[in-house]
């Protein structure tokens, strides 16, 4: 294996030629940038699971589980089998999993530079989203901000 300091060898480009490649690719790591959706996967790895089973794994409603699932389906890492008025998701390629290893490499090796990178901290977004959303409801029970259409804010 090659050390830190040996140069960088690509077998070809490293990115498609083309800019909608580029947001393809992009797209691909954009999906597997949340949270949720990786421990969905980690869950996925050994067996089909229901929806329940996902909501149950995970701990969040059913409709913010349901929405990582169809998003993790639509970008093509589950397949989904209806039965009656359920639905079962499986992992569908297992090379999917060898990206997420990697990656889990890469950032024990970088975890320094993650932790205290500003940039991206989905955490604290997250958080932010649901303070505001508690405060714009606040400001609404108060009669200081009307609802707008379905109720919206």
């Known amino acids: 294996m090659a050390g ?6 690509l077998d070809g480009a490293l990115l498609p030629a083309e800019p909608a490649g ?14 949720t959706r990786l ?18 794994h995970v701990g969040l409603a059913q409709g913010r589980v349901s929405a990582h699932l169809a998003c993790l389906a639509d970008c ?3 397949e989904v089998r209806r039965s009656g008025r359920y ?3 499986r992992l569908t390629d297992p090379k999917v999993l060898e990206i997420v290893q990697l990656a889990r490499r890469l950032a024990v090796d970088n975890a320094d530079a993650l932790v205290s990178c500003i940039r991206i901290d989905p955490v ?3 958080a932010g989203r649901v303070e505001a959303g508690r405060v714009e409801a606040g400001r609404a029970e108060a009669g200081r901000v009307e609802p707008g ?3 919206r804010l």
């Open 4 to 9: 830190p300091d040996a140069p960088i060898r």
């Open 22 to 35: 580029v947001a393809v690719l992009a797209k691909f790591f954009r999906a597997l940038g949340d949270s």
């Open 39 to 56: 421990r969905l996967l980690e869950y996925l790895v050994t067996a089909e699971h229901s929806v329940s089973e996902c909501v149950r």
């Open 76 to 78: 093509g890492y589950l």
């Open 87 to 89: 639905a079962y998701y």
């Open 124 to 126: 604290r977004a997250e």
């Open 149 to 151: 259409p379905g109720g």
